[in-house]
């Protein structure tokens, strides 16, 4: 078991930038985690049974449609909400007995950067302080220590020293969301969790957010949870893919391959529903069809039966578990380990 | 060859009516024919939005008493024509349908009273037959019982479709489309643009598609101009924008969009921002952030005619060097 001080210390620095880090043991995990709110008329699963983990070096993707539980995981990880059922880990120690010097580490090592950078910025702060105020806080920095870790960070997102005495509001939503990303960089965290963060933006600003984000993973080996709904960018972003349907893992695999060769149907849905700029691309077999069912009432069975385009009688009546295939897992009474049937 | 439709000519658009006034728009003009689906994509604060709100009338007081130019609506000026006449343009000829439906309906009245208001615009008789058919034609299960509902109780992809049902209504020739599918899901935005294509060749309507997305207008669109602060820089057939993009910036945004077909090492970019409202550069206005830029950029540049109907406005065409059409 590692001490919380020895946990400080392995956080990469840019002095020191572990490239290509070995994929070791997991910074955050979740088991079987769930999470259940009580309404009127019953209980709503938003989230059962996620089974994740980010390790050093590498990039999760989440994907999935507005509904699906992405920001309720992204709550959970954050411990901004308890789970209802299964737990999340860090380091290997359930977060809600995380106390004193180890809930600090966690908090450092975890830090989130959300969709948007209007609203993620206190509008009275200069950015000093905004990106300051994680450093001040943890009490273990001069303040000479803390300026020159604001201007190496507004450095490594590609703005300049002379940002930090501006209010945001001097500033574009691209400019923001740098400042935000500089924020969460600045406690040399192991983990970003990032929550949609080019979706707000402009297509030109978007490519530029997301190269900066390619860089901190690659230079300090930092791991990356990224929640959106756009496959591409996911492509672009992550090794790996899971993809999550009203609050359920239906499919998870290696990003190349999910963007090329679904195993669920609803991934192919959400990759047909992809839209190529090119208006030549062939016309997609698995065109997507119906809309989200009310997580409320959920379909017995499979719940993506209700659009699925190959549901049998089989798919209505039990509810698929994930599988384990060569390609990666999948939840489909379809799909077998040697591939569709 | 038919007339346009829609012709737009030198419209400018500035903030008041003093001529040194930062303009929205500066010197645009484009043609719509029958039938056709125009794209216009930009990124925000290129102008597709008030340029689509202006074929209207429909910008604010200071915006319309800085606006110029010329837009013939079938020959006839919309720009000086009288309120009396552009009453009857307004949805009956030329319809609009916007990003945000929750923003467009009246969330206390049911969607039939809102339906029929327009249906009865159109001239309509049986008014209840009437409404059921135009839900049906948008793909909304049992019309009949969705007449009596309130926006608030359906999703966002259905509130959509009702109120392209509301457009329709009076049979336009022209449906502008503001960013209809931002709000969508990806999977509700397939099935919307499938919709609005089946609907199209049924009203045989022309449309205005204005959107950021170059994956929306390879879907949909027949043609596509792409904006940049204000100004049209590149038009063309939209098979033949995407294959040969010949102006540096539509190049360099098609090129940064990310795929799901192959991902690269880094994405290429931009470099910089686009130009915020009256800070419009002089000459061609993305000179700042273009590679290919030299002294020249500094002054207007020329509109070039690359092959019919696709036209530039730039000193520094990309024609791509070992292409034969």
Redesign the interface.
């Known amino acids: 078991m590692k001490s919380p001080d020895r946990a400080l210390r392995v956080v990469p620095s840019p002095e020191t930038p572990p490239r290509a880090a070995p994929a070791g043991p997991a910074i955050l995990e979740t088991r079987r985690l769930g999470r259940a709110f009580k309404v009127r008329g019953g209980l709503l699963h938003a989230l059962s049974e996620v089974t994740l983990a980010c390790t050093p070096g590498t990039s999760l993707g989440i994907v999935g ?2 509904g699906c539980g992405k920001t309720t995981l992204n709550r959970l990880l954050l411990a901004l909400d308890q789970p209802t059922s299964g737990a999340v880990m860090f380091k290997g120690k359930d977060l809600s007995d995380l106390r004193g010097a180890e809930r600090r580490a966690y908090r450092r090592a975890v830090q989130p950067v959300f969709q948007n950078p209007y609203s993620s910025l206190s509008p009275r702060m200069k950015v000093r302080r905004i990106i300051a105020e994680p450093l001040s806080a943890s009490g273990e920095m001069t303040r000479s220590e803390v300026d020159a870790r604001v201007i190496e960070v507004l450095e490594q997102v590609g703005l300049s020293a002379d940002v930090a005495n501006r209010l945001p509001s001097e500033f ?1 939503g ?2 923001r969301q740098r400042i935000a990303i500089a924020r969460a960089l600045a406690s040399r965290p192991e983990l970003l969790l990032l929550d949609e963060p080019v979706s707000s933006q ?7 957010i ?2 900066i984000l ?1 860089d901190l993973q690659e230079d300090y080996g930092l791991a990356t949870l990224f929640v959106s ?5 996911v ?2 972003m992550c090794d790996e893919v899971v993809v999550i349907y009203l609050g359920q893992v239906v499919e998870r695999g290696p ?2 391959r999910i ?2 060769r679904p195993d669920h149907p609803y991934t192919a ?13 062939p016309p997609t077999a698995t ?3 119906g ?2 069912p009310s997580p409320l009432n959920p379909p017995s069975g499979c719940a993506y039966h209700t659009r699925c385009p190959f549901a049998q009688e089989v798919c209505k009546r039990d509810r698929p578990t994930l599988k384990e295939t060569p390609r990666g897992q999948v939840a489909c009474h379809r799909v077998t380990a040697e591939g569709w049937t | 060859m038919t007339d346009p439709l829609l012709s737009i000519r030198g419209l400018t658009v500035r903030v008041g009516k003093r001529s040194d006034a930062p303009s929205i728009l500066d010197e645009v003009s484009l043609d719509l024919m029958p039938g056709e689906t125009l794209g216009l994509v930009g ?2 604060g290129s102008g597709k939005s008030t340029l689509g709100m202006s074929v209207l009338r429909l910008t604010s007081p200071t915006l319309t008493a800085g606006t110029s130019g010329r837009i013939a609506w079938k020959g006839q000026d919309i720009l000086t024509m009288p309120n009396r006449k552009l009453r009857h343009i307004r949805g009956e000829e030329i319809s609009m349908i916007l990003q945000d439906p929750m923003a467009s309906l009246n969330p206390v009245q049911s969607i039939g009273t809102q339906l029929k208001e327009a249906l009865r615009r159109g001239g309509k008789r049986n008014l209840s037959a009437a409404a059921e058919a135009a839900l049906a034609e948008v793909n909304i299960p049992s019309p009949a019982e969705r007449l009596r509902a309130f926006p608030h109780q359906m ?1 966002g ?2 509130r959509q479709r009702i109120v392209s049902a509301i457009g329709l209504a009076q049979d336009p020739e022209l449906l502008i489309c503001d960013e209809p599918t931002t709000a969508l ?7 919307f643009l ?1 919709l609005l294509k089946a609907l199209r060749a049924a009203h045989h309507m022309a449309m205005l598609f204005i959107t ?8 949909i669109c027949d043609r596509v101009a792409v904006m940049y602060a204000g100004r049209i820089v590149e038009t063309g057939p ?2 033949e924008i ?2 040969r993009p010949a102006h540096p910036y539509t190049k ?3 090129a ?9 090492h ?6 910089g ?2 130009p915020a409202v009256g800070h419009r550069p002089q000459g061609c206005p993305f000179h700042p952030r273009c590679a290919a830029a030299s002294a020249h950029c500094r002054h207007a540049p020329p509109r070039t005619e690359l092959r019919p109907g696709h036209t530039l406005n730039c000193w520094h065409p990309q024609e791509h060097p070992h292409e034969i059409a």
């Open positions: 449609e507005s574009s691209g400019q402009d297509i030109s600003i978007q490519a530029q997301l190269n390619k709904h756009d496959l591409a960018t492509r672009f990003a190349a963007c090329t849905a959400l990759l047909a529903a992809a839209l190529p700029a090119d208006p030549a691309a065109p997507p069809m809309e989200l | 990124e925000s999703s992809g259905m899901d990806a999977t509700i935005q397939y099935q499938e950021h997305d170059f994956g929306v207008v390879a879907r939209v098979a995407f294959s360099a945004l098609l940064s969009v990310p795929s799901t077909s192959h991902a690269p880094r994405l290429p970019v931009i470099e921002a686009p």
